[in-house]
């Protein structure tokens, strides 16, 4: 179900205007007139929107109507929530010339302490892991959102590496590396 939320307050409220999809996923909100409209849609358990982007209750479509308008192709997307899940995983290397990439004699490094952070003002990591053989790691079962990886190698005092924010979508599984660089400490 889809509504105009008049107040703006994330929630259906009783005496908003408000539409059922039919079965092909089309609804339409009636009895409209000119003006700016923030058009939301009621959440169902078990399902994780994809469009727009946002967390409940955020991730509306805003609607501006001139006179006598129609707004088309205003449109939700969801999945069913065990398969909206993401997943992150990479090799930590020894990135010597420092250059982002694996290159011939870039080996991983196997026990390195590889953490998982939300918020680049974060302190505390979400998750912390030890990388297996030849560096190899894995985050999974993640919620979609925006993170970055940091690792200390743990063996070599002054080597350590932090990838950039990346967003992990419903579903995805993403291959994100991360080069450990020699900082001189």
């Keep these: 179900q889809a509504y105009v939320d008049v107040n703006n307050n994330g929630v259906y409220d009783s005496g908003e205007p408000i539409a059922t999809a039919d079965a092909s996923g089309r609804y339409t909100i009636s ?7 923030v058009i939301r849609e009621i959440r169902r358990d078990g399902w ?3 469009t727009p982007p946002g967390d409940w209750p955020l991730g509306f479509i805003g609607v501006n109507l001139a006179p006598g308008q129609k707004s088309v192709g205003n449109n939700f997307g969801n ?3 065990a398969s909206a899940l993401a997943a992150v995983s990479g090799i930590v290397f020894g990135d010597n010339n420092k250059n982002g990439r694996i290159d011939p004699g870039e080996g991983g490094f196997a026990g390195a302490l590889v953490s998982l952070y939300s918020s680049p003002n974060s302190y505390s990591p979400l998750l912390t ?9 894995e985050f999974d079962g993640l919620a979609p959102g925006t993170y970055f990886i940091a690792e200390s190698d743990g063996y070599y005092s002054g080597r350590t590496g932090v990838t950039s924010k990346f967003t992990l979508l419903p579903g ?3 291959l994100q590396n991360v ?7």
Excluded: K, P
């Design 31 to 37: 009895g409209l007139l000119q003006g700016g409209y």
């Design 48 to 50: 994780s929107r994809t």
């Design 79 to 81: 999945v069913h929530a």
């Design 129 to 137: 892991i030890y990388a297996g053989d030849n560096g190899y790691f």
């Design 172 to 174: 995805q599984s993403l």
């Design 179 to 185: 080069a450990d660089v020699y900082t001189g400490v």
